[in-house]
Nanobody
Framework: QVQLVESGGGLVQAGGSLRLSCAASGRTFDNSASGWFRQAPGKEREFVAGVSGGGSTTIYADSVKGRFFISRDNAKNTVYLQMDSLKAEDTAVYYC??????????????????????WGQGTQVTVSS
């Protein structure tokens, strides 16, 4: 079982930047894909970005493409989400998630939340306009 702890959220003005971190413990997770999701008040949780276990494959939601960048450092068991050019509509609780550890997820990353089996507690990101 992997424990995930997010950090780096906060309040930022529109146009600003934040970097979220997700630290994993419990086992190494380089065979687990990792993803970031977000949930705004009154809305469903949505996929934001994902990275394969080995780090070679990244995918993004259209709404954040070109502004957000996901990366991972498996030596530190940490996944990052660099968020630039933030907009008010990016305001949400951001969650880190990880899939099961299999060879498949070393080079593949899913968008669907049902494939993610471990979740962090979330970190609030608020963008003021």
């Amino acid at each position: 079982q992997v424990q995930l702890v997010e950090s780096g959220g906060g309040l930022v003005q529109a146009g600003g930047s934040l970097r979220l971190s997700c630290a994993a413990s419990g086992r190494t997770f380089d065979n687990s894909a990792s993803g970031w999701f977000r949930q705004a008040p009154g809305k469903e949780r949505e996929f934001v970005a994902g990275v394969s276990g080995g780090g070679s494959t990244t995918i993004y939601a259209d709404s954040v493409k070109g502004r957000f960048f996901i990366s991972r450092d498996n030596a530190k068991n940490t996944v990052y989400l660099q968020m630039d050019s933030l907009k008010a509509e990016d305001t949400a609780v951001y969650y880190c998630a990880a899939t099961r550890a299999t060879v498949y997820y070393y080079s593949t990353v899913p968008r669907g939340h049902s494939e993610y089996v471990n979740w962090g507690q979330g970190t609030q990101v608020t963008v003021s306009s």
